[in-house]
Structure formats: C-alpha cells, structure tokens
C-alpha cells in the first residue's frame, strides 16, 4: 500500500489585511475646496500591494501623483485628495493583494457645498439672544444608528472624537458625553461672530442626510421709553435725579450731555465746586443721572444718549431750578462779652437764588456790606 504525502513550502502560507479597529475613520464628511485624507494601512506576508478604485471606477497604485498633485497614493497607502469637488463624492475602496491573499476596505466621503442654501436641504432658522447659550438638536431615526457629525460655519468638522470642549469663534463649543448620542451641539455665551450655518450631517453604510441650521442673532437698535420731551422742577440747593431707560440688544451705553455741553458718559464727573461745596454728577449704570446740591448754573436742557451697533436714541429733558428767597442760617455764635480794644466776630451765612446779598447793621444804626473790610 502506496502513502501520500502533501508538502507546502513556507512561501505558499501568505497572508494580507487593511487595519480595522476603533482607530479607523472609514466615514469622512470634508467641505468643497478642502482636503481628505483616508488611511488604509496594510499588513501582510508577503508585504501587500496597495490599490485604490476611485468612485469613477478608476485604480490607483501606491506610490501615485497625478500631475497637478491633486491627488496622491503615498507608498503607506494613504490617499490624500486636495481641492476636493462635489463630484468626489462617493465610495473608495482600498485593495491590499499579495500573491496568496487579498483584504479590502471601503471608505465613504461626502463633499459638501460651501454656500449651502435651504432650498437644498431641510434648512432651518433660528434667531438667537446675544449672550444665552444656543442647543442645536440634530437627532435620525435609521438602522443600522447613524453617527452623527456637525459642521461648523467655520469649516471645522466635529464628530464623535471631539469629547472634550474646545475653542471656536471666541466661544467655548462642547459636545457633552451625555448628549453626544442624541447629536445635540451646545454654544456657550454666543455673541455675533456665532452667527452662521451649521450642518448635521447623519450617515451609516446605506446613507446619509444633511440638515442646515442656519442660525441669526437676535439684535435690536437702541430706543428711550418713555421717549417724549419732559420738564422737571427742582428747588435750589435740593439734588437733582433724572432717569433714562434704554433697551436694545446689545444693550446700548448711555450718557448725558449738560446745558453746557458737557458729556457725562460713565463714572462721576465733577462739576465744579462752589464755596465748601463741592458739586458733582454721578451717572448711574440703569441710565439715572443724578447732582447733588442743585444752583440756577443748573438749569437748562439735559439730553440722554442711548447707542449701541444697531442704532442710537436721545431724550430731552428741561430742567427749572425754583429760586428761594433768602434764609439766614442759624449763627454758631449770637452773643460775646469782649474787653474794649478787642476782636469779636458774627457769622452770617444766608442762603437763596439768586445768592443774596448780605448786610450788617450795627448797634449805632450804620449799615455796612459784607464786602466792607471792617
């Protein structure tokens, strides 16, 4: 009885394979104009061949460059696609061979327009507060479960590996791990560089679906209510307080320019000072401006200013000062014993508008004026 024996050299056990773990992005979403990369690293006994069959049916080898270097196949396989168009979207597939063994893994790239409008896609719009935070939802219903991947107006592409927040447009962008799954995009304090188109993009093996949101901020001019012209009494040597109330967004600055022309825009400003009384206006940040101790200097139109980028606003008011008759203030000193040849001294301090005019009459019935130097 005859034994058969079958011998295989060492060469005839070849293999080949294209990584495929956690690490390997086979889903690329990329922007009219910008560039892909797609990885296909390949392992294999004897050492793999390196093909790609473009969208078009096209192959190409590793190592390739095409003459405008728009397109190039390293000699690690990866192929780089520069100043990608809207043609270029589609399936690649990536063949590893060798002369026992084959492995191939497809890659799906979706070229987005830059100016997508809403006639395109299921566009939304929404008009945002300055300063609130801004939840954008993007949520699919398929199977197999979509990843989700958003488009800032930016360009910058965010996907499931953005798990921590990061900068964007002078905000703090986060996808949250509690709401990664459901897609939701979260903007911190937005402010009018946010404004924009954002794109979700849903995609899993049989498909994809874009959806716009194109946010606006909500903004309006600045504007006075009560915005009519008033006219406010006031008694000499009382403070003066005149409110001023603007809305807008952003919210506007206000200042308030003096009958002297004078602009008090922030902070207090001193007005002068008159005698031991120094005088002075503060202007408050809900728009009151406000002075203490109030003379016949005083009186005269005020206008407040209200401005923000939308817009500005003013109000007149006119301010009367009611004139006092004249009041002597009560003397620290009304009676003295002096020794003959000897200094005595009387305060007489009176008060009114128009500032009176003092006079002293003396025991012999001489009257003498304040200017007098006796």
């Known amino acids: ?82 100043s990608v168009e809207i043609s270029d979207t589609g399936v690649y597939h990536c063949i590893a061979t060798n002369s ?19 006639q395109e896609i299921n566009g939304i719009r929404i008009s945002h507060t300055l300063g609130q935070n801004l939840c954008l939802d993007c949520t699919s219903a398929s199977s197999p479960e979509a990843s989700i991947q958003w488009i800032l107006p930016d360009h910058t592409i965010l996907d499931k590996s953005y798990v921590r927040p990061l900068t964007y447009s002078h905000t703090k962008v986060s996808v949250f791990g509690n709401v990664l799954e459901n897609g939701t995009l979260i903007i911190e304090s937005v402010n009018e560089k946010d404004a924009g188109d954002f794109i979700c993009v849903a995609r899993n093996k049989v498909g994809d679906d874009v959806q716009l949101i194109r946010v606006s901020m909500s903004m ?17 040597g009382n403070d003066l307080k005149v409110d001023c109330v603007a809305a807008g967004v952003p919210m506007p600055e206000i200042s308030w320019g003096l ?10 400003q001193a007005d002068g000072s ?28 005020y206008t407040c200013y209200a401005e923000n980028k939308l817009g500005k606003d003013k109000m007149h008011v006119h301010i009367s000062v009611v004139t006092a008759v004249p009041r002597i203030q009560r003397p620290i000193l009304s009676y003295a014993k002096v020794k003959p040849g000897r200094n005595v001294r009387f305060d007489c301090k009176a008060i009114g508008d128009p500032k009176p005019n003092v006079f002293w009459m003396l025991p ?5 004026a304040a200017s007098n130097d006796r």
């Not at 024996?5 to 060469?11: K, Q």
């Not at 009958?259 to 207090?268: E, I, K, Y």
């Not at 408050?284 to 401006?289: E, S, V």
């Open 220 to 236: 309006k001019p600045a504007r006075i209510k009560p915005n009519v012209f008033s006219r406010k009494k006031v008694t000499y």
């Open 1 to 82: 009885e005859a034994a058969a024996f079958c011998i295989y050299s060492r060469d005839q056990y070849g293999w080949a394979m294209i990584r495929k773990d956690s690490q390997t992005k086979t889903e690329h979403s990329v922007l009219a104009g910008g560039v892909i990369e797609l990885n296909c690293q390949t392992f294999g006994d004897p050492k793999p061949i390196v093909e790609w069959i473009l969208p078009d049916g096209s192959k190409l080898r590793a190592p390739y460059n095409n003459e405008d270097q728009r397109i190039v196949v390293a000699y690690n396989g990866r192929l780089i696609f520069k």
């Open 100 to 118: 026992l063994d084959v492995d191939v893994l497809a890659f799906r790239v979706t070229v987005l327009p830059l100016n997508t409008e809403e």
């Open 259 to 268: 009958p002297d022309g004078t602009l008090v825009n922030s902070g207090l």
């Open 274 to 301: 008159e005698g031991d009384q120094f005088k002075q206006y503060t202007l408050f940040n809900n728009g009151t401006l406000y002075l203490n101790k109030v003379g016949s200097d005083e009186e005269g139109d």
């Open 364 to 368: 012999s019935k001489d009257i003498i």
